[in-house]
């Protein structure tokens, strides 16, 4: 599960220092960039009140940055940058997310984007319409049940942002790499089911938009390779997590 941690840190500057504020921010961030335990900041200004700002920094964990980031050469010159403003800070706290997240509907989800239930339920009846056939696929799916298709369909709608009912009424993230224990799936079985997968998506009309097609393909390789080491006959057994949500252009931060 992840260990990520946002830190905020809380400052009021008053409006004659702040162009001096932002420089020095501007150079400070260079740290911040370049260091491996930071996901990503951002800098805000309260738009009601612009003595206000409020700095964002994701850190790969709260451990990371105090023994990481705090004891490295680059926090010395992070410090060297914004030391003159330690005295403006109100709040400096790491925070741990919550489960209450989500996207608004400023953006469709890659789910709605794709078409909703209809498109995926295309998408894996396609798919196993092809596999089962298939001289390298075909071993896999011997005796596959009826259902199977529409669960695939299900979970494929949850990860990309369409709703809960694979977690609610087949098991969720866990029962799906368990579904691959003992299969031993080859490299080359992962890469045939990538190809008839995007063939698939291509024969049920999916969006081709390349902002699309890009998230779509790297969920199907993040995917078959987490199904490839689960499939191994001494993989570990697989964490406690929620179903992966795929975003445009992001990925979950854990890997099994």
Not at 165 to 180: D, I, R
Request: aromatic share 12%; hydrophobic share 40%; proline share 6%.
């Amino acid at each position: 599960m992840t260990t990520e941690t946002v830190e905020y840190i809380r400052y009021r500057i008053s409006e004659e220092r702040s162009a001096e504020f932002l420089e020095a921010y501007t150079r400070a961030a260079v740290q911040l960039a370049g260091a491996p335990q930071c996901v990503d900041y951002e800098l805000s200004r309260c738009e009601e009140d612009f003595q206000h700002y409020i700095l964002r920094i994701v850190w790969t964990s709260t451990d990371d940055h105090l023994n990481g980031f705090r004891k490295s050469d680059a926090f010395q010159d992070f410090l060297a940058a914004i030391g003159p403003y330690r005295g403006d800070i109100e709040e400096m706290r790491h925070y741990k997310p919550t489960t209450v997240r989500g996207p608004g509907a400023a953006v469709p989800t890659l789910y709605a984007w794709a078409g909703g239930a209809d498109a995926f339920a295309r998408l894996t009846d396609t798919f196993y319409a092809k596999a089962v056939d298939d001289d390298l696929l075909g071993p896999l799916f011997a005796d596959l049940p009826p259902e199977h298709a529409g669960h695939v369909a299900l979970w494929l709608g949850e990860v990309f942002g369409g709703p809960a009912v694979y977690s609610a009424e087949h098991g969720g993230h866990g029962h799906m790499v368990a579904m691959h224990g003992g299969k031993d799936i080859t490299e080359r079985q992962r890469r045939r089911w990538v190809e008839l997968m995007h063939d698939a998506a291509d024969a049920a009309g999916l969006p081709t938009d390349a902002e699309f097609r890009s998230a779509f393909a790297a969920y199907i390789e993040w995917g078959t390779r987490l199904a490839v080491y689960f499939s191994s006959p001494d993989a570990a057994r697989p964490a406690e997590q929620p179903v992966p949500h795929w975003t445009w252009g992001a990925a979950p931060p854990y890997q099994g």
